[in-house]
């Protein structure tokens, strides 16, 4: 019992002394590539087992030949272990260059490609993480692409927009003040007319504004949808008696929502001079309500003959005003940008399909 416990003694001394020798190398050399750890970890153990060994050799004063004989075995074991440990460590530091390769490919604006080559457990698990990153780049780059185009548009279409009233004011002005006006209040009541509609663009600026720097401050209260939409189809009902445009809310549900009712109107008003302005004489705006499993839904049913497929995406960007086939409506293009703004910040969401004639806006918001 005695002689074991000194062979063990022994052997762990030896041991740790060749590990001790082989934590000091790998700190020196732990910024250095992987291939340079695991032969040293491969060493190390070689080492830890040959000084152990010849510890208790000379303790056990073995014959020169034994001790010959046991350290070629276990150098041979050094050198396979080395030689081992080296392809192990060229195989993993390949496999890790190609994937910084294809990291810096993606970080450099374009798509990662994992590398074919079969890796690790650790590093094809980065791999599906750099991947899953790239694809969330991809859709945030998209994103940013659509709305620096949409903020384009918007300068340009505002821009157009401000400066056809304003020619128009300072003619008239102009007239005014030299006397040649020939109908003065009738050009009063246009100057009137044009002040009013560059200032309803302003407050939709603003309103947007809002919306983007998420300063827009709701006051939510506990209020019945039919009450919503009754105020909202009175104060667009002038608007659809002009355009000859017949306006129905036949099947509004009596549910209440926890909203703000000043933005809800201002979301619901949007959505009905919208579809008036789009909809053609004799033609009919629909608005319906209903409790659905979700939520409750508020819908805007037009007859604008609907809408192209591939600007149905686009309709709550903003700036947007229809396809260029078309001529495009008075406004900038932000009623439904702020209408879908204004949902959201109610934790609703915005929606548009085409239905037969023409297209229908829903939007859901929780239930009160």
Same mark, same amino acid.
């Given at each position: 019992?005695?002689?074991?416990?000194?062979?063990?003694?022994?052997?762990?001394?030896?041991?740790?002394?060749?590990?001790?020798?082989?934590?000091?190398?790998?700190?020196?050399?732990?910024?250095?590539?992987?291939?340079?750890?695991?032969?040293?970890?491969?060493?190390?153990?070689?080492?830890?087992?040959?000084?152990?060994?010849?510890?208790?050799?000379?303790?056990?004063?073995?014959?020169?030949?034994?001790?010959?004989?046991?350290?070629?075995?276990?150098?041979?074991?050094?050198?396979?272990?080395?030689?081992?440990?080296?392809?192990?460590?060229?195989?993993?530091?390949?496999?890790?260059?190609?994937?910084?390769?294809?990291?810096?490919?993606?970080?450099?604006?374009?798509?990662?490609?994992?590398?074919?080559?079969?890796?690790?457990?650790?590093?094809?698990?980065?791999?599906?993480?750099?991947?899953?990153?790239?694809?969330?780049?991809?859709?945030?780059?998209?994103?940013?692409?659509?709305? &620096?185009? *949409? !903020?384009?548009?918007?300068?340009?279409? @505002?821009?157009?927009?401000? =400066? %056809? /009233?304003?020619? $128009?004011?300072? +003619?008239?002005?102009?007239?005014?003040?030299?006397?040649?006006?020939?109908?003065?209040?009738?050009?009063?009541?246009?100057?009137?007319?044009?002040?009013?509609?560059?200032?309803?663009?302003?407050?939709?600026?603003?309103?947007?504004?809002?919306?983007?720097?998420?300063?827009?401050?709701?006051?939510?209260?506990?209020?019945?949808?039919?009450?919503?939409?009754?105020?909202?189809?009175?104060?667009?009902?002038?608007?659809?008696?002009?355009?000859?445009?017949?306006?129905?809310?036949?099947?509004?549900?009596?549910?209440?929502?926890?909203?703000?009712?000043? &933005?809800? *109107? !201002?979301?619901?008003?949007?959505?009905? @001079?919208?579809?008036?302005? =789009? %909809? /053609?004489?004799? $033609?009919?705006? +629909?608005?319906?309500?209903?409790?659905?499993?979700?939520?409750?839904?508020?819908?805007?049913?037009?007859?604008?003959?609907?809408?192209?497929?591939?600007?149905?995406?686009?309709?709550?960007?903003?700036?947007?005003?229809?396809?260029?086939?078309?001529?495009?409506?008075?406004?900038?293009?932000?009623?439904?940008?702020?209408?879908?703004?204004?949902?959201?910040?109610?934790?609703?969401?915005?929606?548009?399909?085409?239905?037969?004639?023409?297209?229908?806006?829903?939007?859901?918001?929780?239930?009160?």
């Amino acid at each position: 019992m005695t002689d074991t416990l000194l062979i063990a003694l022994f052997a762990f001394l030896g041991a740790a002394a060749a590990g001790l020798l082989g934590a000091f190398a790998l700190r020196l050399t732990r910024h250095r590539s992987l291939v340079v750890s695991l032969s040293i970890v491969a060493a190390v153990a070689v080492t830890a087992m040959l000084a152990g060994t010849l510890v208790v050799a000379w303790a056990m004063f073995l014959s020169p030949h034994d001790l010959t004989v046991v350290t070629t075995v276990v150098a041979m074991a050094a050198v396979v272990s080395l030689v081992t440990a080296m392809l192990l460590g060229r195989w993993v530091a390949a496999r890790s260059r190609e994937l910084t390769l294809a990291a810096r490919s993606f970080g450099d604006g374009g798509t990662f490609a994992a590398p074919e080559a079969q890796a690790t457990a650790e590093l094809a698990a980065l791999t599906r993480e750099l991947a899953a990153t790239s694809a969330k780049l991809d859709g945030s780059r998209a994103r940013e692409r659509a709305l &620096e185009t *949409s !903020r384009r548009e918007l300068v340009a279409w @505002i821009s157009h927009d401000l =400066r %056809t /009233p304003l020619a $128009g004011l300072r +003619a008239m002005s102009e007239a005014l003040e030299d006397g040649v006006a020939v109908d003065s209040p009738r050009y009063l009541r246009q100057i009137r007319t044009e002040v009013e509609r560059m200032n309803d663009m302003v407050g939709d600026l603003f309103e947007l504004s809002r919306i983007h720097a998420g300063s827009l401050a709701l006051a939510p209260t506990r209020v019945s949808v039919y009450d919503l939409v009754g105020d909202a189809l009175a104060g667009a009902d002038p608007l659809a008696r002009e355009h000859g445009v017949r306006l129905v809310g036949g099947r509004i549900e009596e549910v209440p929502v926890e909203v703000d009712g000043k &933005e809800m *109107s !201002r979301v619901l008003g949007n959505l009905l @001079i919208n579809a008036i302005r =789009r %909809t /053609p004489a004799d $033609g009919t705006v +629909a608005v319906a309500a209903h409790r659905a499993p979700d939520g409750v839904v508020l819908s805007v049913t037009d007859g604008c003959g609907g809408i192209p497929e591939e600007d149905l995406p686009r309709v709550f960007d903003t700036g947007w005003r229809g396809s260029h086939a078309r001529t495009p409506p008075a406004g900038a293009g932000l009623g439904l940008a702020i209408v879908r703004g204004i949902v959201e910040a109610h934790a609703g969401r915005a929606e548009v399909r085409n239905v037969t004639g023409g297209c229908c806006f829903e939007v859901t918001l929780p239930l009160g």
